[in-house]
């Protein structure tokens, strides 16, 4: 039960860091936000059955701080997502004089 | 307290993506890509808060997990209401 709890720990670690990773090569805002929101969200959920696995008397407050990371997570990377949209950030590649965004209240405004 | 070799490479990992993210901080080249970062670490921070209650027994860390983790989703949606007011 050690071994296997060590190894979600370690699978939690690896994507934290690969995330991160991700953080520094992605080349655009939203690149990075993907990058460095879902794998990290994995990382921490692996990381929290791991240590539930170390604690089994602990699962109630996991079960909490899993819940807040897997609810809140998404609606603040959508929140700056807009923000960034709407404050005028154009994606890679995209010319900045071509059309406007789907968004694009924020453009001229 | 004892950590095993797999748990030691586990922390060596997540310290890496703490600098990673850190230097993503700081040398952001704009506001949106400081507050992704900063998401990011909040999120890692939490993961890592947990972690310590495992390395020090003790189940007071969980809550100041929980706390974080809902003080830190606050601090990101209010950022980026922020950002999005500024219209240039």
């Known amino acids: 039960m050690t071994l296997v709890a060590d190894l979600f720990l370690l699978l939690g670690a690896a994507f934290s860091c690969l ?15 993907q990058a460095g929101t879902k794998s990290v ?22 079960l909490m701080i899993g819940v807040l990371v897997l609810f809140t997570n998404p609606v603040g990377s959508a929140s700056i997502a807009r ?3 709407i404050s005028g950030i ?14 694009g209240e924020g453009e001229g405004k | 307290m004892s950590v095993s070799l797999l748990q030691l490479i586990a ?5 890496v993506g703490l600098v990673l993210g850190t230097i993503r901080f700081i040398l952001g080249p704009t506001t949106p890509d ?10 890692l921070i939490t993961a890592g808060l947990v972690w310590l209650a495992h390395l020090l027994d003790s189940s ?10 809902a003080l ?7 950022l980026a209401r922020a950002i999005e007011g500024n219209r240039s």
């Open chain 1, 41 to 62: 969200t994995l990382g921490a959920m692996a990381i929290l059955i791991g240590i539930g696995l170390h604690h089994p008397q602990w699962w109630s407050n996991l």
């Open chain 2, 34 to 43: 400081r507050i992704v970062a900063a998401d990011t670490l909040s999120i």
């Open chain 1, 83 to 85: 923000a960034a949209l």
């Open chain 1, 19 to 33: 995330g991160a990773l991700g953080l520094i090569r992605m080349p655009d805002v939203y690149n990075r936000l």
């Open chain 2, 11 to 15: 922390l060596c990992l997540l310290a």
């Open chain 1, 90 to 103: 154009r994606p890679w590649h995209v010319p900045s004089e071509g059309p406007p965004l789907p968004a």
């Open chain 2, 72 to 78: 830190s989703f606050v601090g990101t949606v209010a």
């Open chain 2, 60 to 69: 007071i860390y969980l809550s100041i997990a929980l706390v974080f983790g």
